[in-house]
Nanobody
Framework: VQLVESGGGLVQTGGSLRVSCAVSGFTVGDYAIGWFRQAPGSEREGVSCISNTDGSAHYASFVKGRFTISSDGPENSVYLQMNNLTPEDTAVYYC???????????????????????WGQGTQVTVSS
């Protein structure tokens, strides 16, 4: 199983970015897949996820309608479209997957992310003021 993130970069406040997670070793839809982020000096926090039980999408409270998670079966990838970015969104963004469904609840507030099986290497998102 391998998760490879891409699409991070530098953007100004109010701008947009789409980060991607290319999956190999399993089929998107068979695993719950989510995005976490970690800023310097901060704990990892969940951003968004897609359930492998019912395909529903869930978001952390701080997203406030700005982000959209999606999956592409033929590409076997998951995306996170981020709009109206602020400097508080600056972090390394990680793609995470697990055969056990960790995705649910509104807002999504995951616990014990260290227990999830598969992590990507992360992609840096920097939002300048």
């Amino acid at each position: 199983v391998q998760l490879v993130e891409s699409g991070g970069g530098l953007v100004q406040t109010g701008g947009s970015l789409r980060v991607s997670c290319a999956v190999s070793g399993f089929t998107v839809g068979d695993y719950a897949i989510g995005w976490f982020r970690q800023a310097p000096g901060s704990e990892r926090e969940g951003v968004s996820c897609i359930s492998n039980t019912d395909g529903s999408a869930h978001y952390a409270s701080f997203v406030k309608g700005r982000f959209t998670i999606s999956s592409d079966g033929p590409e076997n990838s998951v995306y996170l479209q981020m709009n109206n970015l602020t400097p508080e969104d600056t972090a390394v963004y990680y793609c995470v997957a697990d055969v056990l469904d960790f995705c649910g609840g509104t807002p999504w507030s995951p616990t014990l992310p260290g227990l999830y099986d598969h992590w990507g290497q992360g992609t840096q998102v920097t939002v300048s003021s």
